[in-house]
């Protein structure tokens, strides 16, 4: 089985539907619950805590480089020591394989 974080994203065409329940339930396992998906199922979310400012910026311009490898970027909010990241598909107004992708990443590079 090929983990998520060692796949990239690819253009989601317009047309194309989210993903079903059973490969979100599938997909946040692998995510180790460290991401909740909202309730009306179109995106998920991860918030970090950090020690201070210049953790929380570190954090920030690394999941900024992970995005634009990708292709694929997230909604953030950012304060003093705090990062909540927030990954949906535009294009499909939901979840696609694309945003646990990108999470996977993100997990890999905060501990």
Request: charge should be negative.
């Amino acid at each position: 089985m090929t983990t998520l974080a060692s796949q990239n994203c690819t253009r989601v065409s317009p047309d194309t539907v989210s993903i079903n329940d059973t490969e979100i339930s599938t997909y946040l396992k692998e995510l180790k619950s460290l991401w909740q998906m909202l309730s009306d199922k179109s995106s998920i979310n991860r918030q970090l805590s950090f020690d201070n400012f210049y953790e929380t910026m570190a954090f920030v311009n690394a999941a900024a480089e992970i995005a634009h490898q990708q292709n694929h970027h997230p909604d953030m909010h950012i304060g003093y020591n705090y990062c909540n990241i927030t990954f949906t598909t535009h294009s499909i107004n939901g979840l696609s394989l694309k945003d646990f992708i990108c999470a996977a990443k993100i997990n890999e590079i905060s501990t």
